[in-house]
């Protein structure tokens, strides 16, 4: 079975700091994909970025970064000098390589706070 | 490029009534996805369309939830009878290839059944 936990339910930041989201991810396939989403209170799910399982090498845009670690199987998100434009629901995603189904996590609540 | 288009944005209506909810995806979207989203969860998969046929309606509960994607564009998912727990955002969702798992989403239509 495919699961994604994001154990954080809701995080508090003051502006300027940096925060990171954690994600675990529970599958049996050897080839998966790993996604991050942003929802602002508009409601509409932005992509973030997607990670395969194969590239383990950490990514960072701007004022994002994320750490992929199958050894843990995390796969989590930090912003740096957060913002409060920042203040969405951020989902992890996972699929596993022989479907096209996205299984997100529960979904972690940042609020950021000038 | 115009993004998914999603209406009506609200609605209200009793237990046992019906309700429709319109998409219409990206220009060019071959795969459409419609998700449903309960307050303080993540979007769950209801079905995914290729084209104008049906790739995935397993977790679609099909005595009161139907879909159709007539001509391989828009796409409307209906409710009838509806159930209290039937409350929640409904997201579609189009993609161009479901291999990359970039999914593109609209801003959902909020359903509250009283």
């Known amino acids: 079975a495919q699961k994604v936990t994001q154990a954080q339910t809701e995080i508090s930041v003051v502006e300027k700091e940096d925060v990171t989201l954690d994600c675990v991810y529970e599958?049996?396939?050897?080839?998966?994909?790993l996604f991050w989403y942003k929802q602002p209170p508009s409601g509409e799910l932005v992509f973030l970025i997607r990670?395969?399982?194969?590239?383990?090498q950490n990514e960072i845009s701007g004022r994002y970064s994320w750490n992929f670690q199958k050894s843990t199987s995390s796969f989590n998100f930090t912003i740096t000098a957060s913002q409060v434009v920042d203040s969405a629901v951020y989902f992890c995603?996972?699929?596993?390589?022989?479907?096209?189904?996205?299984?997100f996590g529960t979904g972690t609540r940042l609020q950021v706070f000038p | 490029e115009a993004g998914v288009a999603q209406s009506p944005r609200y609605k209200i209506i009793e237990k046992r009534q019906s309700v429709a909810f319109w998409c219409n995806p990206i220009?060019?979207?071959?795969?459409l996805y419609w998700y449903q989203q309960i307050l303080g969860q993540g979007p769950k998969l209801l079905i995914q369309?290729?084209?104008?046929?049906?790739?995935?309606d397993s977790q679609l509960p099909k005595d009161r939830f139907s879909a159709e994607r007539l001509k391989g564009v828009d796409s409307t998912l209906k409710i009838q009878p509806a159930k209290l727990e039937d409350s929640a955002v409904y997201l579609c969702?189009?993609?161009?290839?479901?291999?990359?798992?970039?999914?593109?989403f609209g801003e959902g239509s909020r359903l509250t059944v009283l």
């Open positions: 969702a189009s993609s161009l290839s479901p291999v990359t798992g970039e999914l593109f």
């Open positions: 599958t049996r396939d050897t080839t998966y994909y």
């Open positions: 990670r395969n399982s194969f590239d383990e």
């Open positions: 995603a996972l699929r596993g390589g022989n479907t096209d189904k996205l299984i």
């Open positions: 220009s060019g979207h071959a795969t």
């Open positions: 369309f290729q084209n104008n046929g049906v790739v995935d």
